[in-house]
Structure formats: C-alpha cells, structure tokens
C-alpha cells in the first residue's frame, strides 16, 4: 500500500480508502466485517462513512453503516488503527434533523449521534457532505446557476468553524473536511480558517474517475496549492466503467438496478465512453476497473481514492490496482478518449 499525508495534518492516509456506504442495504454487517477485516490486512488505514448510509437513503437505512463500522470496532477492538471519516448530511432530508441547514446545533447533534452509532469517543475526519447553498454535484452540472448571498454564507462558515473548534478542543473531532465543494466554497472556508485562526479543511471529497473529471483543472490546483487534497469519490462511476450497464443492462442486484433515485449519469454519450475505454484497457491487456482506479492513484491531487465494493471479489481487485502503472501510451489514450467524450454527463 502506499500513503500520503491528509493536507497539513501528522496522518498518513492509504492512497487507496475503504468506501462503506453499502453496508445496510446491498451488503450485511457479515459483509461489512469481512470487508474491513481485508481492506487492514492489505495495509489500508482509511474508512470513509457517513450518517446518511446506507445508501440508496431512506429513513430505514440511515445511520445503519455507521453501526457496522461501530460494531466491528467493539468486537475487534482495533480502532487505533483506522483513520475514520464520517459525514454530516447537508440540507434536504426531511428524515435527518428535520432537513436542516448545517449549523452549530445540528453539527454538536450529528457528531454525539455518529459518535454514538461507531461506538467511539473520536471522528479523525469530519466532512460536511455538502454545502448548504447547494453545488453542481448529484447531476446539477448543467443547470447549475450560484445565487446565494455571500455575506450570510461566511458568518454561517464561522460558526461552524467556531463550532469545530470547539469539538477539536473536546477530543471530539480530530480533523475536517469538504465534500461536493466549489473553488469559491473551498477557498473561502481555507481563507477564513487562516484569518481567524480556526480548524483548517484538511480535504475536499468530490466525485472523480476516468467518466467524471470536473474537479479539473481549478479545484485540483487549489487541492495542490493549499495542501487539501481531493478524496475522490465514485471512481469507477457507480460501477459504469465497467461496462455491465452498457445498452441498458440492469444485473440483478447491482448498484443501479435497486436504486430508487434517477440516474442523472445516463444520456447518449455515456455508453459510447464506455466502450472507449474498455477497448484501451484491452489493447494494453488491463482490466479496465484497475486501469480507471490507477489514473485515480496516479493523480498527484489525490490523498486518497475511495473505493467501495458489494463483494470479496471486486474489493480484492479494487484493492490490486495500488499495484497498476499505467504507461505513457495509456495515458494517452486516455486523453484522446477524454477529448471525444469531455463531459458525459
């Protein structure tokens, strides 16, 4: 496994993190356990979660993968060794504190209520899943047009910056972060961090993979610039990349096939795409999930590429692309590809 280092802070996180959020709905807490169990074998310190999991959402999975994740560290008793992320749920979900904003009393109630289900006293990450103003992430890319006032934006980031303090000094909280964030969102939170000496975003989780490149090139030179990197979420696109959805395909227990949600990610130029580069990755004799997940790995904005899995057998080979290089003529391709199909969706 490799590590690099979570923004400014002394954790070294694996390049490669386990994503849990289909723990409680596609996968049983057996199989949350099994999963953990190999992602520590293989050298990865980093568990990503949140309290809206399981996902599809509903009230009848909510705060069912934080639970897992807390029961394996009773029955294990190994949380000193993972670096665990979790996640309050931003405005909208009208079974999660009534759909409120993001604010100081539902950050103190999110934070006790996950403390609570993980059965831990501390969260080394605490990311807010995203912002209350909105953003272009979850499908909005097209129609997405700001308008917020940026004044009551800022006092709202200082009061839970103010807030997060608080819960660092508490032993709460370790560290925090940004999830589905925009440049001026990402710089803004950075900017008042440093004016008034309060907790610093140490990451920015977006979605990225070979199909979703948006966090390119603004986001990721201010990941580089000020040391807070991206934990890509969704790197092989839902399982798209793969090619078991191609021409409408639905398997039979598959991510897409039991979501209740549309899925903004279909449209005329996807399965296209798709094809593209599963033909590269079969040129260069490449599977073409490890090769999506190495361009993840190789990027140098990255801290950590979070991958998740319904079973044994795709954790495994998730996990083996730490050891995947691409090479210059794959890369290439990939370019090429990229500049055919830039925005799929």
């Known amino acids: 496994m490799q590590y690099r280092k979570l923004g400014r802070t002394n954790l070294d996180v694996s390049l490669i993190g386990l994503g849990t959020m289909t723990w409680g709905k596609q996968n049983t807490q057996a199989d949350g356990f099994e999963q953990m169990d190999y992602a520590l074998e293989r050298g990865i310190n980093f568990f990503d979660t949140a309290e809206m999991y399981a996902i599809p959402p509903s009230p009848e999975t909510y705060g ?5 994740i807390g029961n394996w560290f009773q029955e294990r008793g190994n949380r000193d ?28 109630r999110a934070v006790e209520d996950s403390l609570t289900r993980l059965k831990t006293d501390y969260i080394d990450l605490y990311q807010m899943h995203w912002p209350n103003r909105g953003s272009y992430h979850f499908g909005k890319t097209w129609g997405f047009a700001p308008k917020f006032d940026a004044q009551q ?7 839970v910056l103010k807030t997060y303090q608080e819960l660092i000094q508490q032993g709460k909280i370790r560290h925090v972060g940004l999830s ?3 440049a001026w969102g990402t710089q803004k939170w950075l900017q008042l961090a440093e004016q008034y000496d309060l907790p610093r ?8 993979s070979l199909l979703c490149r948006y966090f390119e090139p603004d986001l990721s030179e201010i990941a580089l610039a000020e040391d807070c990197g991206l934990l890509a979420w969704s790197p092989l696109t839902r399982g798209i990349i793969s090619g078991k959805y191609l021409n409408g395909a639905k398997p039979a227990g598959a991510r897409l096939t039991i979501e209740t949600r549309a899925e903004h990610r279909n449209g005329p130029l996807l399965d296209a795409a798709v094809e593209r580069y599963i033909a590269l990755a079969n040129e260069h004799d490449l599977d073409v999930c490890q090769m999506a997940l190495a361009f993840v790995n190789q990027q140098p904005f990255v801290s950590s590429n979070l991958i998740g899995a319904t079973s044994m057998e795709q954790l495994k080979t998730n996990i083996d692309s730490i050891d995947v290089s691409l090479s210059d003529e794959v890369l290439a391709g ?12």
Do not use: C, H
Not at 87 to 93: D, E, Q, S, V, Y
Not at 201 to 208: F, H, K, R, T
Not at 334 to 345: C, K
């Open 153 to 159: 934006e800022q006092d709202n980031f200082l009061e």
């Open 201 to 208: 975003m140490a990451s920015i989780q977006n979605e990225y």
């Open 334 to 345: 990939i370019e090429a590809i990229r500049r055919e199909y830039p925005a799929v969706f």
């Open 180 to 182: 589905n964030e925009t």
């Open 81 to 108: 060794k993972v670096i665990l992320a979790t996640k309050i749920t931003g405005p909208g979900l009208a079974w999660i504190r009534d759909g409120d904003i993001i604010n100081r009393d539902n950050v103190i």
């Open 64 to 68: 069912t993968t934080e639970t897992i």
